[in-house]
Nanobody, 120 residues
């Protein structure tokens, strides 16, 4: 069974930091491009960060550049999102996505999400 399980969300104060984790199972993790998305009530789903299969290339949404860092540990089948200098506008449900683009195995999986709330 394919599973993506996010963890690490919670309530933090503005300016604080939080580290999200996404534990993957049921597929070959090293074949997957991993991404974090977020969605707040009344807003469209937003790409937060993406990381290549081997971790050598990353990309970030404009709203989080310079504050968030995506990383992965293929030995642990886990992708991380380090969030610093958090703002109230970062409040959202954060979702982990696994995507495969190889012709022999195309897939797209989503986790259930973890809530991040930034408030004083």
């Amino acid at each position: 069974q394919v599973q993506l399980v996010e963890s690490g969300g919670g309530l933090v104060q503005p300016g604080g930091s939080l580290r999200l984790s996404c534990a993957a199972s049921g597929f070959t993790f090293s074949n997957a491009i991993m991404s974090w998305y977020r969605q707040a009530p009344g807003k469209e789903r937003e790409l937060v960060a993406t990381i290549a299969r081997d971790g050598t290339n990353t990309a970030y949404g404009d709203s989080v550049k310079g504050r968030f860092t995506i990383s992965r540990d293929n030995a642990k089948n886990t992708v991380y999102l380090q969030m610093n200098s958090l703002k109230p506008d970062d409040t959202a449900a954060y979702y982990c996505q696994a995507r495969g683009i190889a012709p022999a195995w195309r897939f797209e999986y989503w986790g259930q999400g973890t809530q991040v709330t930034v408030s004083s």
